[in-house]
T-cell receptor, first 117, second 114 residues
Framework: KAGVTQTPRYLIKTRGQQVTLSCSPISGHRSVSWYQQTPGQGLQFLFEYFSETQRNKGNFPGRFSGRQFSNSRSEMNVSTLELGDSALYLC????????????????FGPGTRLTVL | DAKTTQPPSMDCAEGRAANLPCNHSTISGNEYVYWYRQIHSQGPQYIIHGLKNNETNEMASLIITEDRKSSTLILPHATLRDTAVYYCIVRFHRGSGNTGKLIFGQGTTLQVKP
């Protein structure tokens, strides 16, 4: 079974631009979460989606947004990019569904490396 | 803040067992212990998880103390490819109002040496 895929793998943008990152979960997984990893802050939770609904959001400004489609694929968008948004953006998917709390292991994709110049 | 404490770094000789400790003294009764590892610039890789009992899979063993306040991840025969940052995370599974977010600490950098 294919793992979590993320596109693009590398991206270079300039300040003020916006960017959209894509995540395809493992087949059959309906829950998708996003994380940001920087050298200074480590791995931080951005948001999670299940059944096209955002279920939880981390402590990030409104410039960070996301969505999930009916096929469970997810996108995240960062508008008005700042230098500090340079990071590895990671997507994780899970088989979790309501009523099946023992199936909540999250599997990560390879990440998208975003560089803001 | 992360609810776990791990040593920042450890060394292990290739072929020997690597024992990575984790303290989680404030763990709740329904919180699971999860281990992930991250090889440089790659996405975190799931290793193993457990609730109360010791667990073993093809990658590692997880030993949880009886009071659940600490655990040890054991890589039985470490190889150079096991060099990575290892994260110990305690979390609820989703449901009953719990979220799925993982809270990562700084982890333990394991260096496997020839």
């Amino acid at each position: 079974k294919a793992g979590v895929t993320q596109t693009p793998r590398y991206l270079i943008k300039t300040r003020g631009q916006q960017v959209t990152l894509s995540c395809s979960p493992i087949s059959g997984h309906r829950s998708v979460s996003w994380y940001q990893q920087t050298p200074g802050q480590g791995l931080q939770f951005l948001f999670e989606y299940f059944s096209e609904t955002q279920r939880n959001k981390g402590n990030f400004p409104g410039r960070f947004s996301g969505r999930q489609f009916s096929n469970s694929r997810s996108e995240m968008n960062v508008s008005t990019l700042e230098l500090g948004d340079s990071a590895l953006y990671l997507c994780a998917s899970s088989w979790w569904t309501s009523g099946a709390e023992n199936t909540d292991t999250q599997y990560f994709g390879p990440g998208t490396r975003l560089t803001v110049l | 803040d992360a609810k776990t404490t791990q040593p920042p770094s450890m060394d292990c000789a290739e072929g020997r067992a690597a024992n990575l400790p984790c303290n989680h003294s404030t763990i709740s009764g329904n919180e699971y212990v999860y281990w992930y590892r991250q090889i440089h610039s790659q996405g975190p890789q799931y290793i193993i998880h457990g609730l109360k009992n010791n667990e073993t899979n093809e990658m590692a063993s997880l030993i949880i103390t009886e009071d659940r306040k600490s655990s040890t991840l054991i890589l039985p025969h470490a190889t150079l490819r096991d060099t990575a940052v290892y994260y110990c995370i305690v979390r609820f599974h989703r449901g009953s109002g719990n979220t799925g977010k993982l809270i990562f600490g700084q982890g333990t950098t394991l260096q496997v040496k020839p």
